[in-house]
């Protein structure tokens, strides 16, 4: 029997059946004008969801697949000719698939890296826009996509779909209402166990990626990334990903500044932490991870009258001695991702993305909020494409621009500060002198017992502390730091550069 490798299969598979796939599209199309035709670009992971949700709802239709790697390109599509009764046209370069005819929405998830430029380039050609959290990789192309999206009156929705559950929307409503007295502090936490992603190293790009499309905006590292895992593993790079501060961060800081009534970008950021713990799971002092993200940081944003705290744990969460967490998310050894709301009456905690729970000044539950799913978000960006009203969408881009910003100013000083390394002693010292309405001693105090139970030895080991930048909202520059400034956007590559605001 002759041994057929992946990358010939998939050379023969999709020259075998393009003309099968294009086809019965084809013929479709023909009796479906009523429909709106999605492209959805980017479905090795998440793009799957955006493929149900298209599927779910029958004003659309699913007329193109982009990805850069032809196996899954071709696969998707395959898929989702089984479920719709005829295939989509499978595309390589997301451009090609905007110039194509029956496109009128454009649904990405793509790396982070690309999604600023993905959607800027749909609403140039006049498409509406679903964009994946975070919506950007940096400030600057968050801007960018707000200007197109009111430049070319194209209806763009991010990702954040905790917007259209109605646990979030009804627990959100009662803190307006007052249901736990005056709020004008919350604090977000990602407990999320993410495990070392290998040696850094030289590792060879999958054959049947086109890597020159994949990396797009970022420098072209070709042949070899650092990473072992080529697909996903790219979050914790910040060269493509911005760890789990801009992974899972982006809907907790969405939710907090939501629920406090927060429409801009806060006055000042501190970041501490670092990438810690591998060498101790490896058993290994001299080991290097391949990531270079924060998996353990504390951000401190100020908002004048009002903050957020965001907390960032990769390491594990089991047997946490975070006693009032473990009571108010009833759970000691799961991962807890959430929002935190302390008000004068009582607290608020979103324990998921279904269930949020109100409790009294004496812990007891006062309260319980249910309800949610992705297809609702979904829904809401459709209703708004045919009604053709921004202020429809429950999540339009600027808000997402205003969440995600959150995680970029957080590890711009994470950044900076990488290699100021600090003992408890000083990082409690420079705390002491931080605005917050936290407790910043009790926090930091929290966080390195986290560490040192994960076997960190903070004498080998220590902390990085980031400076505490102030940042003007509305220009969107730090004023006492040009080396913060530089960071509020990127380099570009010849050809897939970015656009500036005033630029789109």
Known sequence: ???????????????????????????????????????????????????????GDDRTVVAAIVDVDEYVGKRRAED????????PRVFRDMREAFDADGIDIVSTATPNHWHALCGIWAMQKGKDTYIEKPVCHNIAEGSALIAASRKYKRICQVGTQCRSNSAI??????????????????RGLCYKRRKSIGPLGDYPIPAEVDFNLWSGPATYTAPKVTREKFHYDWHW?????????????????????????????????LTYGGRLGYQAERKDDSYVDAGDTGNTEVTLYDY?????????????????????????????????IGVVFYGSDGCLVQRSYNLCVAYDKNK????????????????????????????DLNADVREGHL?????HLGNISYYLGESNKVSPVEAKKILAGVKSLDDNEATLQRTLKHLTDNGVDLNKYPISMGPLLKFDPK?????????????VSREYRDGFVCPKADEV
């Open 169 to 186: 929307i009804d627990a959100v409503k009662f803190l307006k209402e007052g249901g736990i007295g005056e709020v004008k502090f919350a």
């Open 364 to 391: 007891k539950v006062v309260k319980e909020f249910t309800g949610g799913g992705d297809s609702n978000h979904f829904k809401n960006f459709l209703d708004a494409c045919v009604s053709r009203k921004m202020e």
């Open 237 to 269: 790079q910040r060269h493509y990903g911005n760890g789990d501060l801009g992974n899972q961060g982006p809907h907790q800081t969405d939710i907090a500044r939501w629920g406090l009534g927060i429409d801009d970008h806060p006055v000042s950021i």
């Open 80 to 87: 989702v000719a089984k479920k719709q009764g005829f295939a």
């Open 304 to 336: 004048g009258d009002k903050c957020i705290v965001f907390e960032t744990r990769g390491l594990s969460v089991e047997d946490s001695a975070d006693d009032e967490l473990n009571e108010l998310f009833d759970s000691k050894k799961e991962n807890k």
């Open 475 to 487: 220009k969107e520059v730090f004023p006492d730091s040009k080396e913060a400034t530089a960071m």
């Open 1 to 55: 029997m002759t041994r057929i490798t992946r990358r010939r299969f998939v050379g023969q598979s999709l020259a075998t059946t393009a003309a099968a796939l294009a086809a019965p599209y084809i013929a479709k199309a023909q009796g479906s004008n009523s429909k709106m035709g999605v492209a959805i670009v980017g479905v090795n992971g998440r793009g799957t969801s955006h493929i149900g949700g298209f599927l």
């Open 403 to 407: 969440s995600a910003g959150m995680s």
